[in-house]
């Protein structure tokens, strides 16, 4: 997949199990790869880097991050959803836009041309229709929409009517929403109850999840889509 890495284009991917690590580059701009086998736990990908600049031209410079205007700020800060993964929030502390997906809030850097990164500037977002968002990806120089959202309050009959077991035959397993003061929790025999948070209409946020609930046409749940960055939608049947 396309990606960049140590601020180069490339092409390539990586992979690890228990007792190995692999990491392959193509520098195709520069007609040269990189590839980095190890046995143990070696960390292939800093390795791959570090190769690549000392044999390579050297990496485009990161333009430095610009103060933002308090109305730009203002204008960004609010709750996001897209689809694989929990809802992001974006507010306002100190001055800075801080975002927070569940974890601890990451700090917003503002390039100069209006955009904005979280972790690294190869993962940037950029203003989109409707007042969301546009993440550009490094890996796999994919786009990813995150549209502006609100978040709901279910009451407790909400809640109540949602709690029960669900099963997905895809992956043969079984799962329990139950309904707490607030919001769910999900369980099942391979995990602790996580704890979900309401997100926008009939959909919960969870560590890493988005948990979307389907109705029938008289409005009853009758089963749950969960979607987890690299699984996207997988069904659940309410069965009790």
Known sequence: MREVAGGRPASGHGGADADYRAAFRCFCHEDASVI???NGQADVGAIAEALADAFLSPAPATPAPIAPD???LADLAGYYVWGGGPGMTLQVTDGKLMASTGGPPIEAKFL?????YLLAPTYRFSRGPGGGLIESQG???SELVHR???RTHPSAADLAAIAGT????EIDSTYDLAATDRSLTLSCLRFAPLALSPADKDAFDGPG??????RDGAGAPTGFRVSTFRVWGLWFQKIG
Do not use: E, H, K
């Not at 100069?112 to 904005?116: A, M």
């Not at 999840?209 to 389907?214: A, G, P, S, Y």
């Open 36 to 38: 980095v086998l190890s």
């Open 70 to 72: 308090p109305a730009t």
């Open 112 to 116: 100069p041309d209006g955009d904005f």
């Open 139 to 141: 890996m796999g120089a």
């Open 148 to 150: 502006r959202a609100t």
């Open 166 to 169: 669900y099963r997905s035959d």
């Open 209 to 214: 999840l988005r948990l979307t609930i389907v």
